[in-house]
């Protein structure tokens, strides 16, 4: 557009989160690998109810309902740990990967390898899938029946992921506004991968890795 030029825009509705047709093979992953007590079919109380609801989404994505206010989630075991402060997809596999049995059956090891190729496709963010694509190609797949091992795995590519964020390597706004700071606003959102300035380098050793996401039983 021009400068001084008006035009109407059209907002397009976006779609993200768990397509309702993919829900069915996501909740057999997660129900394979989850590390609580599974309901059976009439069972309630203390154990997580399958198939778990598709999270609902707002006209720009956001999520809808009680899922990121701290509220018990209705499908979650309701003794404190089942509290949903807040969804991504890397908690869930963190949790998935640091709590349950220490060595992992077959189809566990399986479920784990569709849980990473799932988000190798249907990320919602362009630059991680194609990150975790490249990861992929760097380090394959976790291997083995030891549990920690991929946990371990998924530890290593978040630290990976994280080196390769806008936030890691462009200003903050605040910094952008402040009268002595050298950046500009042609400097927010530089390209992570020309930019080797580190503004806000972000790691987590494993060991604190490893005290985040493990929960312990009440």
């Not at 999520?63 to 908690?91: E, F, I, K, N």
């Not at 605040?174 to 080797?196: C, E, F, G, I, L």
Request: proline share 6%.
């Amino acid at each position: 557009m021009e400068g001084g030029t008006v035009a109407s825009l059209k907002k397009l509705r976006l779609y993200r989160g768990v397509p309702q047709p993919l829900s069915a093979t996501v909740n057999d992953v997660l129900k394979t690998l989850w590390p609580f007590k599974v309901c059976a079919e009439t069972e309630q109380g203390d154990c997580t109810k399958f198939p778990l609801p598709v999270l609902a989404r707002d006209y720009d994505g956001g999520l809808l309902g009680s899922y990121t206010d701290g509220s018990p989630a209705p499908w979650l075991p309701q003794t404190g740990r089942g509290v949903a402060s807040y969804h991504c997809s890397w908690m869930v596999l963190h949790a998935l990967s640091v709590n349950g049995a220490e060595v992992l059956s077959e189809a566990e090891q399986t479920a784990f390898h569709e849980a990473i190729l799932y988000l190798a496709s249907h990320f919602e963010c362009k630059v991680c899938r194609s990150n975790i694509a490249h990861i992929l190609e760097l380090y394959g797949l976790p291997q083995g029946y030891l549990r920690v091992d991929y946990a371990r795995w998924f530890w290593r590519i978040h630290n990976h992921a994280n080196e390769h964020t806008y936030a890691t390597h462009s200003p903050s706004q605040q910094q952008v506004d402040d009268p002595t700071s050298p950046s500009t606003m042609a400097d927010r959102r530089s390209d992570m991968w020309a930019s080797p300035d580190y503004f806000h380098p972000w790691f987590m050793s494993f060991s604190d890795a490893l005290a985040l996401w493990t929960i312990k039983a009440d």
